[in-house]
């Protein structure tokens, strides 16, 4: 069974970068698309950003747009989020996920697996 485990969250002071990751326990990871969401307290589980199986495609929400780098390093079943210039409004709990096939998506029905989450908290 794929298992998905989250690092890297913690505090940060606003304007700050912190470096997310996701590693997966096994070498399926590297046929699917993933993802990361993220969830703030009282809000849905929204989209943060995604990258395709082969890394060649991503995509990003709005809010992160020139902020996040999404990546991966299919060798170490290993996922990243690069977070800078970081806002209170960043503040959530991040989700690493694995789409259900190679392409990309930004619909959470379309991913079916996912870590327990890391939590990013931003002071300002």
């Known amino acids: 069974q794929v298992q998905l485990v989250e690092s890297g969250g913690g505090l940060v002071q606003a304007g700050g970068s912190l470096r997310l990751s996701c590693a997966a326990s096994r070498r399926t990871f590297m046929s699917y698309a993933m993802g990361w969401f993220r969830q703030a307290p009282g809000k849905e589980r929204e989209f943060v950003a995604t990258?395709?199986?082969?890394?060649?495609?991503?995509n990003y929400a709005d809010s992160v747009k020139g902020r996040f780098s999404i990546s991966r390093d299919n060798a170490k079943d290993t996922l990243y989020l690069q977070m800078n210039s970081l806002k209170p409004e960043d503040t959530a709990l991040y989700y690493c996920t694995r789409a259900r096939g190679g392409q990309i998506y930004t619909t959470p029905a379309l991913y079916d697996t996912w870590g327990q989450g890391t939590q990013v908290t931003v002071s300002s």
């Open positions: 990258i395709s199986w082969s890394g060649d495609s991503t």
